[in-house]
């Protein structure tokens, strides 16, 4: 009796200790299992991206958590209010309107695409974008889906990676330079040389106007700087009479550089002037352009180009201004109130690169004292002694400093900017002001 007593408590120990284990077994199997059972909400709202659906107009219509942490906006001042463009910078709606939207519409989708979004307080976010179009079972297209993933760290990878390869760059070209030197002291070559460069500098200045006209009552002044090794720059403009005192005028930018990009110039120059002594509209002018480049650029080597193009038309002591813009950077107006504003032309496509684009036309009135700025992409994209690039935005902030101002003192002041840039001026620059001059106030009792 007493040793069956004894075991007793000792064999319920055992198998209390074996129920236990068991059991916090189990129990951790549960909370391990409860860890995975994420709802698809929760899923999308804190997803570790971006996610956005728009309407076919843009309009959004549903966005998480991420995405309005990330730009610091409420739900509410987003869906059903703002449109995708409007969350990005100036260039990257210019960007958005001529090359993201044709294309999702043609593919139906687009991936990673690098832009810049403006959070609500005014700072920018680099992020990586893919959107698909949602389409319905006739296939016609309901939505657009878009992923947003956060680029800053890659931002600042590729910054890095940009510097080293300057850095690299400047090494080959100081080796090139020793070598040319070298090369130079035989005088058979350096005759040669010198002969080359001076081919080069006519054939660069038969591209451009020797010198702007003077024209009645309005004041002119252009800047000009080619980065291409060899003088030969892709950058073109122009400001010539139609009769009647109205004038013409265009700017643009060809893509690539050195002699292919100077044929380009030169077709592009001399087909817009004729185009628009032939029609005098600058739309028209741009659809001439445009048939030019798609006629002789055929196959494997595409040709194309940026250009804003105008007429100024004198009217009292104002100039009526028609612009056309083929995806081209915006007018920029310095107002003679000391006001800074961009002269929009959305919708435009580059110049060369679709059989039919449309080009949008905008109008502009410059009164005593107004002056109007046109530049190509070199100005915009030009990087700054800190490291990223000059922006649209840069240069708005810098004329609001210069407003009012004269044709040439803000082509003087912008000189002085570029020039500031050194190195970072790595692209073709042109610069072409147009202004109509405030009258002289006379001196008291003359």
């Known amino acids: 009796?007493?040793?069956?007593?004894?075991?007793?408590?000792?064999?319920?120990?055992?198998?209390?200790?074996?129920?236990?284990?068991?059991?916090?077994?189990?129990?951790?199997?549960?909370?391990?299992?409860?860890l995975l059972e994420d709802s698809a909400e929760d899923l999308y709202e804190h997803a570790p991206c971006g996610y956005l659906s728009t309407l076919m107009d843009g309009r959004i219509a549903k966005v998480n958590t991420t995405l309005l942490d990330w730009l610091g906006y409420r739900r509410t001042q987003l869906v059903g209010r703002k449109r995708f463009a409007d969350l990005l910078t100036v260039g990257g709606k210019l960007y958005h309107e001529t090359h993201f939207a044709p294309l999702l519409a043609m593919q139906g989708k687009v991936s990673g695409i690098a832009l810049e979004l403006r959070a609500a307080d005014g700072s920018r976010l680099p992020v990586l974008v893919t959107s698909t179009v949602k389409t319905g079972g006739d296939?016609?297209?309901?939505?657009?889906?878009?992923?947003?993933?956060?680029?800053?760290?890659?931002?600042?990878?590729?910054?890095?990676?940009?510097?080293?390869?300057?850095h690299a760059e400047r090494a080959g070209a100081e080796a090139e330079q020793a070598r040319a030197e070298a090369e130079r002291a035989h005088q058979a070559a350096e005759s040669e040389h010198a002969r080359l460069r001076q081919v080069m500098a006519i054939l660069q200045h038969s591209l451009l106007p020797p010198d702007l006209p003077q024209v009645p009552g309005m004041e002119a002044a252009a800047y000009y700087h080619t980065a291409s090794a060899d003088?030969?720059?892709?950058d073109f403009y122009d400001l010539f009479a139609l009769g009647q005192g109205q004038w013409g005028f265009?700017?643009?930018?060809?893509?690539?550089?050195g002699p292919q990009a100077a044929a380009v110039t030169s077709l592009t120059r001399y087909t817009l002037r004729a185009a628009f002594l032939h029609a005098g509209d600058?739309?028209?002018?741009?659809?001439?352009?445009?048939?030019?480049?798609?006629?002789?650029?055929?196959?494997?080597?595409?040709?194309?180009?940026?250009?804003i193009a105008g007429t100024l038309t004198p009217h009292g002591d104002t100039l009526?201004?028609?612009?056309?813009s083929g995806g081209h950077p915006p007018a920029l107006l310095l107002r003679a109130d000391g006001t800074a504003e961009y002269l929009p032309t959305p919708g435009g496509l580059l110049v060369g690169i679709m059989s039919?684009?449309?080009?949008?036309?905008?109008?502009?009135?410059?009164?005593?004292?107004?002056?109007?700025?046109?530049?190509?992409?070199?100005?915009?994209?030009?990087?700054?002694?800190?490291?990223?690039?000059?922006?649209?935005?840069?240069?708005?902030?810098?004329?609001?400093?210069?407003?009012?101002?004269?044709?040439?003192?803000?082509?003087?002041?912008?000189?002085?900017?570029?020039?500031?840039?050194?190195?970072?001026?790595?692209?073709?620059?042109?610069l072409l002001a147009l202004g109509n001059p405030a009258p002289h106030t006379n001196p008291e009792g003359a």
């Open 356 to 430: 039919h684009p449309h080009f949008t036309t905008a109008t502009t009135v410059l009164h005593p004292g107004d002056t109007m700025l046109l530049y190509t992409d070199g100005l915009t994209e030009a990087r700054t002694a800190d490291g990223p690039r000059y922006s649209e935005d840069h240069l708005h902030t810098f004329a609001r400093t210069l407003a009012p101002a004269g044709a040439q003192q803000a082509i003087t002041a912008l000189t002085g900017l570029l020039e500031g840039f050194g190195d970072g001026l790595d692209d073709d620059t042109a």
């Open 139 to 166: 296939g016609q297209p309901l939505l657009i889906r878009t992923t947003v993933f956060d680029a800053r760290d890659r931002r600042a990878y590729e910054n890095e990676l940009l510097r080293a390869r300057k």
């Open 282 to 307: 600058p739309a028209a002018a741009l659809d001439t352009l445009n048939t030019a480049l798609q006629e002789r650029y055929t196959g494997t080597d595409p040709r194309y180009c940026t250009a």
């Open 1 to 34: 009796m007493c040793e069956a007593t004894d075991d007793e408590p000792e064999q319920a120990t055992e198998a209390g200790v074996g129920d236990g284990g068991e059991d916090a077994d189990e129990a951790e199997l549960a909370q391990f299992s409860a």
């Open 231 to 234: 003088q030969l720059g892709g």
């Open 250 to 257: 265009f700017l643009g930018d060809v893509c690539g550089k």
């Open 320 to 324: 009526r201004v028609t612009v056309a």
